[in-house]
């Protein structure tokens, strides 16, 4: 560990707790990593993991798939950037609506952008001030993420909360994660989500299905396709850019058509639809459009039967899930932060010393990628079931 150590502090030094994004800092100081490659990730010290965390999201493939690295690097050298459109983007935009089956995108660089700008397109059109979001939900660090006299948000999974607040029509959208993944997995109830597309319907409310982490992850589609729900305006990012910044927002054709220079919502960016990220995505697509998703639905189910030999609560969804300190149901945010989070983190650093990369803290997502086996899978989650049960027991109180 002496090497994190050591650049902790060099860290500390130029970055707020030495990290670019908050989520990376745990105390006494986090892991720095060296390199990567399929499951495993290496810190300085040369120590190995296999990862679970991959990155929050995005490497579904795993790290460094051979044929996105190689592509990756002849783009490097065709040219970085250009400022104007190419073959590429229009190639990725094809097989992205393939999927998405959305009648028309714009490419960004994150899911922060692209969250914001859907936000902001449906406020634009629909002429209304107000945006309702879910409890524990996150679309990045704008302010229309955070509750304010503008913002307002619901407990997930309750369709009455969402009724008595849209019957007043002031609400320009609904912005939410179909399978929440930012206070750990929460699954939909049956019916939730095909009852908010008939409310926000009849109600002149835009639902913005934030799809950054349920994008591609459970199929070659997002997840409101698996309930046949078509949202008015969506947004993905993590997975389609294969490692690389990418973010995508669109929707139905009336809406999309607003955005400049077609229509008169102003939204730009100097490197959107940047060609090495974007051949990152199209050869990340194009390997997920032939892939056979049923052994990451069966790695996911293993991961799951094998945690939940601890007594505790884990919920999942195919290629993500989440154990919570707790051996109630949860099915909202105040269900997840009842749960033991402390207890969470004292079971990622007993995973950190057994070599087992994990989200640090309770509310974000364990991810499993394609490139995970079944027996390591099996394994380390045997494992992390053993340590989970062991302190969950000596717990006090
Ligand atoms: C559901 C969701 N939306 C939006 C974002 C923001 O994406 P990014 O970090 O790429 O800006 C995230 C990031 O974790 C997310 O999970």
Request: net charge positive; charged share 30%.
């Amino acid at each position: 560990m002496r090497g994190s150590e050591v650049l902790f502090s060099r860290a500390s030094k130029l970055f707020p707790k030495g990290v670019n994004s908050p989520v990376r800092y745990y105390p006494p100081y986090p892991v720095f990593i060296k390199k990567a490659k399929g499951s495993k990730i290496w810190d300085v010290d040369g120590k190995s993991y296999t990862d679970f965390l991959l990155a929050y999201g995005p490497l579904i493939l795993g790290h460094s798939p051979e044929r996105v690295v190689k592509k990756v690097k002849e783009a490097l050298e065709d040219g970085t950037l250009f400022g104007a459109p190419t073959e590429k983007e229009v190639k990725f935009g094809e097989l992205f609506l393939k999927g998405s089956r959305l009648d028309r995108i714009r490419i960004v660089n994150t899911g922060t952008e692209a969250t914001m700008h859907a936000i902001r397109l449906a406020l634009h059109f629909t002429k209304r001030k107000r945006i309702l979001k879910i409890r524990g939900g996150y679309h990045g660090t704008h302010p229309y993420n955070f509750e304010s006299e503008r913002v307002e948000s619901v407990e997930f999974n309750s369709i009455e909360a969402i009724k008595d607040k849209l019957s007043g029509r002031e609400f320009a959208c609904l912005i939410m994660e179909p399978v929440m993944g930012n206070i750990g997995v929460i699954n939909p109830k049956e019916g939730y989500l095909e009852e908010i597309r008939e409310v926000t319907e009849k109600t002149g409310t835009l639902l913005i299905a934030d799809e950054v982490i349920t994008g591609f992850r459970t199929g070659f589609h997002p997840y409101y396709a698996t309930k046949r729900i078509e949202p008015d305006i969506a947004t993905f990012a993590k997975i389609i850019g294969g490692g690389l910044p990418l973010g995508v927002y669109g929707g139905k054709e009336e809406i999309m058509r607003e955005v400049r220079p077609s229509g008169n919502f102003p939204q730009a960016g100097t490197y959107s639809g940047n060609p090495v990220s974007v051949t990152a995505g199209l050869e990340t697509m194009k390997i997920l459009y032939s892939r056979d998703y049923s052994k990451l639905k069966r790695m996911t189910e293993d991961a799951v039967k094998c945690l939940s030999e601890s007594g505790l609560t884990v919920n999942s969804e195919t290629g993500m899930l989440s154990l919570f300190f707790s051996e109630r149901e949860v099915t909202n945010a105040s269900e997840a932060i009842k749960s033991r989070s402390d207890l969470y983190t004292e079971f990622f650093r007993a995973a950190l010393g057994e070599g087992i990369y994990l989200a640090p803290s309770f509310d974000e997502t364990i991810f499993i990628s394609f490139v995970h086996g079944d027996k390591e899978v099996r394994e380390k989650f045997h494992v992390l079931a053993e340590e989970a049960r062991r302190i969950w027991k000596k717990r006090s109180r």
